[in-house]
Nanobody
């Protein structure tokens, strides 16, 4: 059974930075594509970024391109989301997810973490 545990959320000022971490336990991490999603109050869950098992491919939603960076270390079973130039509209609960498929579609992700709150003040 795969378990995902996010950490690193919190409060940041507009223009500031936060780094989210996701610790993975269970089956082989390097065979899993990993994704970050977010859900703001009253809105649907939104794709943010994903990274392939090798780390060689990444995808981002347009609204975070150039500001967020997804990365992974297969030796540490960890994936990160570095968030720079934060905006109030980035406020949401951020979820880490694992999939057999490198994708941006939430339905293709089999395992999810519990989420971590990110709040950006203006």
């Amino acid at each position: 059974q795969v378990q995902l545990v996010e950490s690193g959320g919190g409060l940041a000022q507009s223009g500031g930075s936060l780094t989210l971490s996701c610790a993975y336990s269970g089956r082989t991490f390097r065979s899993s594509a990993m994704g970050w999603f977010r859900q703001a109050p009253g809105k649907e869950r939104e794709f943010v970024a994903s990274i392939s098992g090798s780390g060689g491919r990444t995808l981002y939603v347009d609204s975070v391109k150039g500001r967020f960076t997804i990365s992974r270390d297969n030796a540490k079973n960890t994936v990160w989301l570095q968030m720079n130039s934060l905006k109030p509209e980035d406020t949401a609960i951020y979820y880490c997810a694992a999939s057999n498929t490198f994708a941006r579609v939430a339905a293709l992700y089999d395992y999810w973490g519990q989420g971590t709150q990110v709040t950006v003040s203006s």
